[in-house]
C-alpha cells in the first residue's frame, strides 16, 4: 500500500511540475543519487541550473507548488521536513525533451531523475550525459534499471561527497 501512495503522489506531484506537455514521455534513462545532507541539496539545484545554462534549456523548480498541492491533497503528512524538503525540478527543452527530478517517496536526501528524449534524442542524450558527469563529481550517479522505478540507495551511507579545493 505504501507503494501505491508514493507512486500517486509523485504522479500529482509531477502534474503540477509538468502541466504543459502535450503527451506523456517515458524515461529512457532513470539514475539516482544521494545528497547526503542540505549542503547537497542546494549544490544539486546549483548544478541543475548551471547545466541547464549551459545547454540553452530552461531550469524549473516546481517544489514550493509540489508541496502546497500535497498540502492541498492532505497528503502533506509525506512531505519531506527541513532540511530535506520536497524536491521536485527539472530542465527542460522543446517538445518533450529534458529531465525531472524529485525525492517523493524516497528517503530523505534521495533524488531520482528521469531523462526524456522528446523530439531531439542527440540533445537529449547530450544533456544525460553531461548532467550524470557534473552529478558523479559529487555523489555517487546509479543507474536505475529499466522496467523498475526508483527505490532507496543501499549505499546511501556510503556516499561520497568529494570536499571542495
Avoid at 13 to 29: M, N, T
Wanted: glycine share 8%; aromatic share 8%.
Amino acid at each position: 500500500m505504501f507503494k501505491s501512495v508514493r507512486i500517486c503522489l509523485f504522479s500529482a506531484a509531477l502534474s503540477v511540475f509538468l502541466p504543459s506537455c502535450s503527451r506523456p514521455e517515458h524515461s529512457y534513462l532513470t539514475i539516482q543519487v544521494c545528497l547526503k545532507d542540505q549542503r547537497g541539496i542546494f549544490q544539486f539545484f546549483e548544478i541543475m541550473r548551471q547545466i541547464a545554462q549551459s545547454e540553452n534549456l530552461r531550469f524549473i523548480d516546481g517544489s514550493a507548488k509540489t508541496a502546497d498541492a500535497l498540502k492541498v491533497m492532505g497528503a502533506d503528512k509525506y512531505l519531506k521536513s527541513d532540511p530535506a524538503r520536497s524536491i521536485n525540478v527539472g530542465i527542460v527543452g522543446d517538445r518533450g525533451m529534458g529531465v525531472t527530478a524529485g525525492n517523493l517517496g524516497l528517503p530523505p536526501y534521495q533524488v531520482a531523475l528521469g531523462f526524456t528524449e522528446g523530439s531531439d534524442a542527440a540533445k537529449a542524450h547530450r544533456l544525460s550525459s553531461h548532467l550524470v558527469a557534473a552529478l558523479s563529481q559529487y555523489w555517487n550517479v546509479e543507474i536505475v534499471p529499466k522496467g523498475r522505478g526508483a527505490s532507496p540507495m543501499k549505499a546511501c551511507d556510503g556516499i561520497r561527497l568529494k570536499q571542495d579545493p
